[in-house]
């Protein structure tokens, strides 16, 4: 008998920022592995089996039909030629829409994890400081949490 997944238990191709990412979807995201076994399952997708009384540790086969039965869609996983599997994504019922805004939710939720510290939220994430800076201001955040939009706002 196989053990349910975790949020951590991602295969080690995932990079943390990726983890981050797919924690953040409002939409469940079930990853299964070439084999079709299961490997990751996002607090939504979760949800979603306990909702309609699936095995989380089912096979692709069995939980395919009922996840696209729920209008979930199907995708291949690659990375640099590598196919690590598959992921069904199954539809989302509330939060943000872009990736982007999927990034900026997992970046801040991680800086507030970090107390904002940069150096610490840059490593938990995987990527360099540098990286979160651009980051950060193209998301118009600001060090101490407020946007662009609050630090006009306040010089008014």
Request: glycine share 8%; charged share 25%; aromatic share 6%.
């Amino acid at each position: 008998m196989t053990q349910p997944m975790t949020t951590n238990q991602l295969p080690s191709v995932f990079s943390p920022l990726a983890k981050a990412l797919l924690d953040e979807f409002h939409e469940g995201v079930v990853v299964f592995d070439p084999q079709g076994r299961v490997t990751y399952l996002n607090a939504a997708a979760r949800g979603v089996l306990t909702e309609v009384e699936l095995d989380p540790t089912g096979e692709k086969d069995d939980l395919l039909p009922e996840l696209a039965g729920l209008g979930g869609r199907l995708a291949t996983l690659r990375v640099a030629g590598m196919e690590l599997g598959e992921a069904i994504f199954i539809p989302r019922r509330e939060g943000p829409t872009t990736l982007a805004a999927r990034e900026k939710d997992a970046i801040v939720r991680s800086l507030e994890a970090h107390t904002w510290r940069l150096a610490d939220t840059a490593k938990t994430l995987g990527i360099s400081r540098t990286t979160l800076w651009r980051r950060l201001r193209a998301y118009g955040l600001h060090r101490d949490g407020r946007t662009k939009w609050d630090q006009q706002s306040s010089t008014s």
